[in-house]
């Protein structure tokens, strides 16, 4: 995760369980476990491009909007980049686009927007109005894009997000590119079991469980109810059922019965400073929830913690990665790992992301 914006009431103690079906049905009911009886159902945000288009309005009001919607981001000028390196007029252009394509059924009609008073009806998955209140939700209350048409394109995936989910970042991916690696020479990891800690929209675990296939299996877990339902819908859309499970809970608390028994843990906790969010792009700092952002005093207290309770968790010979703030965070882990938990891991290695930034520490169990 980086600091930039780029195109996160159930009870405590519940587990929440994804049973197997031969169905992938995006909006099957999520089923509990039976440790405690199922509260309120969530329903996660429906990502626009694949809302049924129950909507319509004529070509002339689609040009209306778009012409307005330009305006209206024209008018911001670079206010936002000289602010916090926030979004200029070339990325609202691009997310225009986007959301037209998203919105409209008939891409055919693209062609037609430069005709004056072009009466014929367009299908569209949202209503007009919408389309005009989410665009000025865009730029005048900087909410992000991926938050507007309710997903996020991340390695081959389309992943459900909304309000409250962290938005998965692009560096984050070589994390799972990291475990397969990791798991392509080894057959008791790959068969093993596998935890996604603070799993957001369930994007670590689909994209490892994807890599393991009927072999191994994934918890995933996160405190939010929010992003829980999201995870679900997200593995259900990809039909992971069999291979991914999701418990409510604060990192480990929802493994006590695995402890000892993990072949890997994956996680992208909050490592931002707490004195540094205030800085963030509007994009992030006012919307993504500061649960899955603030690591604390130096943005170090989550993967003390998940250091911590690796060495417990992981059997012998078992895998961790952690992503982090940058080069400062892990080389301070690193220590940590070797002096004040000395014995408990071994072949620590820092690993660079696509930018060339000192992002993830990874190590194996004693």
């Known amino acids: 995760?980086?600091?930039?914006?780029?195109?996160?009431?159930?009870?405590?103690?519940?587990?929440?369980?994804?049973?197997?079906?031969?169905?992938?049905?995006?909006?099957?009911?999520?089923?509990?476990?039976?440790?405690?009886?199922?509260?309120?159902?969530l329903k996660p945000q429906i990502p626009l491009f694949i809302r049924p288009p129950l909507h319509s309005a004529s070509v002339s009001d689609l040009r209306k909007w778009h012409d307005w919607a330009k305006n209206l981001a024209?008018?911001?000028?670079?206010?936002?980049?000289?602010?916090?390196?926030?979004?200029?007029?070339?990325?609202?252009?691009?997310?225009?686009?986007?959301?037209?394509?998203?919105?409209?059924?008939?891409?055919?009609?693209?062609?037609?927007?430069?005709?004056?008073?072009?009466?014929?009806?367009?299908?569209?998955?949202?209503?007009?109005?919408?389309?005009?209140?989410?665009?000025?939700?865009?730029?005048?209350?900087?909410?992000?894009?991926?938050?507007?048409?309710?997903?996020?394109?991340?390695?081959?995936?389309?992943?459900?997000?909304?309000?409250?989910?962290?938005?998965?970042?692009p560096e984050t991916e070589l994390i799972v590119d990291l475990v397969a690696d990791v798991v392509s020479n080894n057959e008791g990891l790959r068969e093993g079991l596998w935890a996604d800690l603070g799993t957001g929209s369930g994007a670590l675990a689909i994209g490892i469980g994807r890599i393991f296939g009927s072999c191994g299996r994934v918890i995933a877990t996160d405190l939010s109810p929010v992003a829980l339902s999201v995870a679900a819908f997200n593995v259900q859309k990809y039909g992971l059922q069999d291979v991914i499970e999701l418990r409510q809970g604060s990192w480990f608390k929802p493994l006590k019965d695995v402890e000892g028994?993990?072949?890997?843990?994956?996680?992208?906790?909050?490592?931002?400073?707490?004195?540094?969010?205030?800085?963030?792009?509007?994009?992030v700092g006012r919307h993504e929830p500061r649960l899955a952002l603030d690591g604390g005093l130096n943005g170090m207290d989550d993967l003390l913690h998940l250091c911590n309770g690796a060495a417990l968790m992981l059997r012998p010979g078992g895998f961790f990665i952690f992503e982090t703030n940058g080069e400062k965070q892990c080389k301070c882990l690193a220590k940590y790992i070797e002096n004040d938990i000395r014995g408990s891991f071994h072949s620590l290695d820092i690993v660079s992301d696509f930018a060339g930034i000192q992002r993830f520490l990874t190590g194996f169990h004693q």
């Not at 996680?267 to 994009?283: F, H, K, M, T, W």
Request: aromatic share 8%; charged share 20%.
């Open 1 to 41: 995760m980086k600091l930039s914006f780029i195109r996160g009431c159930f009870p405590s103690n519940l587990s929440v369980f994804i049973k197997p079906s031969i169905s992938t049905n995006l909006l099957r009911p999520v089923c509990f476990s039976s440790m405690s009886s199922p509260p309120t159902s």
């Open 261 to 283: 028994k993990l072949a890997g843990i994956v996680s992208n906790p909050p490592y931002i400073p707490s004195d540094n969010l205030p800085g963030l792009q509007a994009e």
């Open 74 to 169: 024209s008018s911001v000028g670079t206010t936002f980049l000289d602010s916090d390196n926030g979004p200029d007029l070339d990325l609202f252009c691009r997310e225009l686009k986007w959301l037209m394509e998203d919105a409209i059924e008939d891409h055919t009609v693209f062609s037609q927007m430069g005709i004056e008073n072009n009466q014929t009806n367009v299908r569209l998955r949202t209503g007009i109005e919408e389309l005009y209140n989410l665009w000025k939700q865009r730029i005048e209350e900087r909410r992000p894009f991926q938050y507007l048409v309710g997903c996020e394109h991340w390695r081959d995936l389309v992943l459900s997000v909304q309000d409250g989910v962290l938005i998965p970042r």
